[in-house]
């Protein structure tokens, strides 16, 4: 995998996995506060899931992108089956939007380097992991056939994620992970861990702050009152202009240099200046 890109720019993107029922709301609130989002939808799931046409109501802030048919983790299952699983999931996800599904997130975060392989013949532009604590731009994967970008992310809207993402740190020995956990994790709620790491992306003047979850985790955890006031916040922090809000699809557009990038999100109040491309550092 190539080196890490650094953005010119702050950018706010969030991704929510698995594609329960509970998903509409945090839509709702994703489309009241003018962030954006892009939701992994599987076809099968043990919570349940509502189909892709119910997210059609929302703008283009809200976005779909694939998770597999049946929820598996690609580590675990042959290859064939796991080729199947990336290639109809996209399938299924174009035959609802009709629209190009450019982004893919392989459950559970198990895969190997064989998968993004994969995942670049299915015709996707980019997949997000659960890396953690991570303030990195989409990182360019060295694929001959198509511009490919893996996304780690920054924080999980869960309660005491902190220490268990530590983990996830140590294992891929990420330095500025675990600095930024020092910083940003240790004794804090996801929220203040959010905010934390925009304020060290808003100082430095780039980076993309991730947020994910399962909307079925925020129900069983009562953590509507957070996601609403960290919504809040982020909303508060795109108004003034510090970031820019994106889904998962238009942050991977932007580092391709996509011409058509998506502009802002319809629903933001307040207008500001064009996406610049993402470009590399080094
Ligand atoms: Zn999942």
Same mark, same amino acid.
């Given at each position: 995998?190539?080196?890490?890109?650094?953005?010119?720019?702050?950018?706010?993107?969030?991704?929510?996995?698995?594609?329960?029922?509970?998903?509409?709301?945090?839509?709702?609130?994703?489309?009241?506060?003018?962030?954006?989002?892009?939701?992994?939808?599987?076809?099968?799931?043990? *919570?349940?899931?509502?189909?892709?046409?119910?997210?059609?109501?929302?703008?283009?802030?809200?976005?779909?992108?694939?998770?597999?048919?049946?929820?598996?983790?690609?580590?675990?299952?042959?290859?064939?089956?796991?080729?199947?699983?990336?290639?109809?999931?996209?399938?299924?996800?174009?035959?609802?939007?009709?629209?190009?599904?450019?982004?893919?997130?392989?459950?559970?975060?198990?895969?190997?380097?064989?998968?993004?392989?994969?995942?670049?013949?299915?015709?996707?532009?980019?997949?997000?992991? $659960?890396?953690?604590?991570?303030?990195?731009?989409?990182?360019?994967?060295?694929?001959?056939?198509?511009?490919?970008?893996?996304?780690?992310?920054?924080?999980?809207?869960?309660?005491?994620?902190?220490?268990?993402?530590?983990?996830?740190?140590?294992?891929?020995?990420?330095?500025?992970?675990?600095?930024?956990?020092? /910083?940003?994790?240790?004794?804090?709620?996801?929220?203040?861990?959010?905010?934390?790491?925009?304020?060290?992306? $808003?100082?430095?003047?780039?980076?993309? $702050?991730?947020?994910?979850?399962?909307?079925?985790?925020?129900?069983?955890?009562?953590?509507?009152?957070?996601?609403?006031?960290?919504?809040? *916040?982020?909303?508060?922090? $795109?108004?003034?202009?510090?970031? /820019?809000?994106?889904?998962?699809?238009?942050?991977?557009?932007?580092?391709?240099?996509?011409?058509?990038?998506?502009?802002?999100?319809?629903?933001?109040?307040?207008?500001?200046?064009?996406?610049?491309?993402?470009?590399?550092?080094?």
């Amino acid at each position: 995998m190539g080196a890490s890109r650094v953005t010119p720019g702050v950018y706010i993107t969030t991704s929510w996995d698995d594609g329960h029922p509970c998903d509409l709301r945090i839509a709702q609130l994703l489309e009241r506060y003018g962030l954006a989002g892009t939701f992994y939808v599987p076809r099968e799931h043990p *919570e349940g899931t509502i189909p892709p046409s119910r997210y059609a109501t929302f703008g283009p802030s809200v976005e779909l992108g694939a998770h597999t048919i049946h929820h598996e983790a690609l580590a675990w299952i042959d290859d064939a089956r796991a080729r199947r699983e990336i290639a109809e999931s996209k399938d299924w996800i174009e035959q609802h939007t009709g629209t190009h599904c450019p982004v893919f997130c392989p459950p559970r975060g198990k895969f190997h380097r064989r998968h993004l392989d994969m995942m670049v013949d299915a015709g996707f532009d980019g997949a997000r992991t $659960v890396e953690a604590w991570s303030l990195d731009a989409p990182r360019p994967y060295a694929n001959p056939h198509r511009a490919f970008h893996v996304m780690p992310t920054t924080v999980q809207a869960y309660p005491n994620v902190a220490l268990g993402n530590l983990r996830n740190v140590i294992k891929r020995r990420s330095l500025c992970g675990l600095v930024r956990f020092v /910083r940003c994790g240790f004794g804090r709620d996801w929220t203040h861990s959010l905010v934390c790491s925009l304020d060290t992306a $808003v100082r430095r003047g780039h980076g993309v $702050v991730h947020l994910w979850g399962h909307g079925w985790e925020i129900a069983a955890q009562k953590q509507w009152p957070q996601v609403d006031a960290v919504f809040r *916040e982020l909303s508060r922090r $795109v108004r003034a202009r510090q970031a /820019r809000a994106v889904t998962n699809g238009q942050l991977v557009a932007l580092c391709r240099g996509d011409a058509d990038a998506p502009p802002d999100a319809p629903a933001r109040p307040v207008a500001t200046p064009p996406p610049r491309p993402l470009a590399h550092a080094s």
